[in-house]
């Protein structure tokens, strides 16, 4: 008998749901995030486990790893295009676990890629550079914001990152005004000496890679956009074709209308 497992992936606890070839649950249960458990779970059904529809959460490393690893066939599942029938009066975790199998066994599963797990660590040191950035750009706003409530004026982004203590001095602030103004630069040049170390970090490990040498040819792109272009696509070969790469990337226009009128 064939089998198919849906797991409902959560922060502290998994909904696994197998169902049968004629779509009959066998198992439908809420677990520990425990890999051992869940795995105890799936080789308790009795039957051929087809495959394991995994929810692409943002903790689901571990267990499509530990399920590979342990030999089981892990789908990790294109969430966003994973929709339910709208009409349904009464939805929780167990009805999507099982949707999830049943879609795999109608083999109508949207799936996400598997990014190697060699290579996953390197491109969230990256992403993280992208969270330190935004850090260092809410510090400018925060001093932009301060000068044009008390002063009315307004400086510019690199003009407030040349800045040092006696420009501070100079202004004509109260001194806890003037404090606030240096504790924000203190902070924003922290953030700036920790985004240098991991752009050096990442560089290091990607700069040999030929994908990386091919996109700095390309005028436009340099280095940051090199790393950040070739971390993210990972195997431009699982992309079927230009097409492809290019929705992946976002740049291919989408329209949606009924009768005439545009639905987003």
């Not at 922060?11 to 169902?19: D, G, I």
């Not at 066998?26 to 529809?53: F, Q």
């Not at 390197?122 to 001093?143: G, M, P, T």
């Amino acid at each position: 008998m064939e089998l198919y497992a849906g797991i409902d992936l959560h922060s502290n606890n998994s909904v696994v749901t197998v169902l049968d070839e004629a779509d009959r649950t066998v198992y439908a249960k809420r677990l520990p995030n425990d890999l051992d458990t869940i795995m105890a779970a799936l080789r308790a059904c009795e039957g051929t486990l087809c495959g394991v529809a995994v929810e692409s959460t943002y903790n689901w490393y571990w267990l499509v790893d530990g399920l590979q690893d342990a030999g089981f066939t892990v789908h990790l599942v294109n969430t966003t295009a994973v929709k339910q029938y709208d009409g349904l009066k009464h939805s929780g975790d167990f009805s999507d676990a099982r949707h999830l199998a049943h879609l795999l066994r109608l083999g109508i599963l949207p799936v996400g890629h598997i990014y190697p797990r060699a290579q996953r660590a390197v491109r969230d040191l990256l992403r993280k550079r992208s969270q330190l950035v935004r850090y260092r750009s809410a510090q400018i706003l925060s001093v932009q914001n301060l000068l044009a409530r008390n002063l009315g004026t307004r400086a510019r982004s690199g003009e407030v990152k040349r800045w040092q203590a006696k420009s501070i001095d100079a202004m004509e602030l109260l001194e806890e005004q003037k404090q606030a103004l240096k504790a924000t630069l203190a902070v924003m040049r922290c953030i700036d000496a920790q985004i240098r170390v991991v752009e050096r970090s990442v560089l290091a490990k990607v700069k040999a890679r030929a994908d990386y040498k091919a996109l700095k040819t390309v005028s436009g792109i340099g280095e940051v956009l090199a790393l950040t272009i070739a971390l993210e696509t990972g195997d431009i070969g699982r992309f079927a074709g230009p097409g492809n790469f290019a929705s992946y990337a976002r740049t291919v226009k989408s329209t949606r209308e009924s009768n005439g009128k545009k639905k987003g």
